[in-house]
């Protein structure tokens, strides 16, 4: 078995195992040259070929190819699909007690923490989040009919909270559509609550949804004006500041996506820098994992996608991640250093790189694109010895 979205190439180099290159090719009529183009990724086989290998390789034609499954050919039993059911109200019966607003806001900060910090965080959180989701959906429903101010006010904050970590897991997940909803949840939560803090870090999420769908420019209006917001909001001034500099790293992401680079940095350096001096890497506000440390981080993104690869390595062997509360901010840092020396064609350093990420979240590593891809550009174009370990690595997350 092979990935769905695993390239030719890439498929017919693994079918092909350990056979000869040149003799395949002289086989199947065509030249080594070729043949090593095609599983580079450079040429596409035309039919006759792409059938003649298969035969040789012997396998069906269609295992060569490189398609996506159809939507409706998915699974309903899911964890990505039972978190939507209990999203949309599939939950318990009105008649059931509701979850108290304590219970619910230990359970949410469990789930949150676990997120940000569990190497297996996916499979924890496909054991945890559907049921949590279900409870807190009803609860919010039970607390908005009651007469008790005060526990609908803590109900809806504990779920301002879990559909802010909805929007991040389905978001990961690949579900956009569900990931807007959560944001979208988060916003009317947090409102009802009267929840300035919680306000600022929906809109938050709400500009990650934004650029996650590939709409910067509508994710940094958004960011702007909710920094703006939370710098007038009677909240402890440590919160605003991390929540206000959260916000501004939303808008220098979207600079960046937008390929605006200078504005990036100085948006970087004028806006975040500051507000980041005056908070620790250890507050994480809202779960936002705003500080010090995390706006270095965002430096490297910068010069990484400006494909300024030296400036993002040499940035990036100043900073000192220890102190991150979240191993996803980490796992991402060291994924775009991945990227880095792959972009300088050092395969040896990007696989080194890749291996380490491994050990420290093997499912963010199987999950993530770029890393998937990163393993394939080891595989294609490394030396013989870090190629058959990138192969491994395939193997182990899925690829292959």
Not at 62 to 76: C, D, G, K, R, Y
Not at 128 to 133: A, E, M, W, Y
Not at 149 to 161: G, N, T
């Amino acid at each position: 078995m092979v990935a769905a979205d695993l390239p030719i190439g890439d498929r017919i180099r693994h079918y092909r195992g350990g056979r000869r290159q040149d003799a395949v090719a002289g086989l199947v009529g065509i030249s080594p040259d070729y043949l090593s183009q095609i599983e580079r990724g450079l040429k596409v086989p035309s039919l006759p070929i792409l059938y003649a290998l298969a035969q040789e390789l012997g396998v069906p034609t269609a295992a060569l190819l490189s398609e996506q499954p159809p939507a409706e050919a998915e699974t309903t039993d899911t964890a990505e699909a039972a978190v939507g059911r209990a999203l949309l109200g599939y939950g318990p019966a009105l008649s059931a007690p509701p979850v108290s607003a304590a219970a619910l806001r230990d359970r949410v900060e469990a789930a949150w923490q676990s997120w940000q910090t569990a190497g297996d965080r996916f499979t924890r959180a496909a054991e945890t989040l559907p049921g949590l989701v279900a409870d807190t959906e009803h609860a919010v429903r039970a607390a908005r009919a009651g007469a008790d101010q005060a526990e609908r006010r803590a109900v809806l904050r504990a779920a301002a909270d879990l559909y802010c970590l909805l929007r991040s897991y389905l978001r990961r997940t690949g579900r956009v559509d569900l990931a807007t909803l959560a944001a979208d949840r988060a916003m009317r939560a947090a409102e009802d609550a009267d929840d300035p803090l919680r306000i600022a870090a929906a809109q938050w999420n709400l500009g990650h949804v934004l650029l996650a769908a590939g709409q910067p420019g509508e994710a940094e209006a958004l960011a702007l004006r909710a920094a703006e917001q939370v710098s007038a909001a009677r909240v402890a001034e440590a919160d605003r500041k991390a929540m206000g500099g959260a916000l501004q790293l939303v808008a220098v992401v979207a600079a960046a996506r937008r390929r605006r680079w200078w504005e990036a940095r100085e948006r970087l350096r004028e806006h975040a820098a500051p507000a980041a001096r005056a908070v620790s890497d250890s507050s994480n506000v809202a779960w936002t994992v705003f500080g010090p440390t995390n706006v270095a981080l965002h430096a490297v993104s910068i010069e990484m996608e400006a494909g300024e690869t030296g400036e993002a390595l040499h940035t990036a062997d100043a900073i000192d991640t220890s102190g991150l509360p979240s191993l996803e901010r980490e796992f991402t840092f060291g994924l775009e250093v991945a990227a880095c020396h792959s972009q300088r064609r050092d395969d040896a350093a990007a696989l080194l790189s890749l291996l380490g990420l491994e050990a420290m979240a093997p499912e963010d590593l199987a999950r993530t694109p770029l890393a998937r891809q990163l393993v394939l550009t080891v595989i294609r174009r490394a030396r013989a010895m870090h190629a058959r370990q990138a192969e491994q690595l395939a193997l182990r997350i899925g690829l292959v």
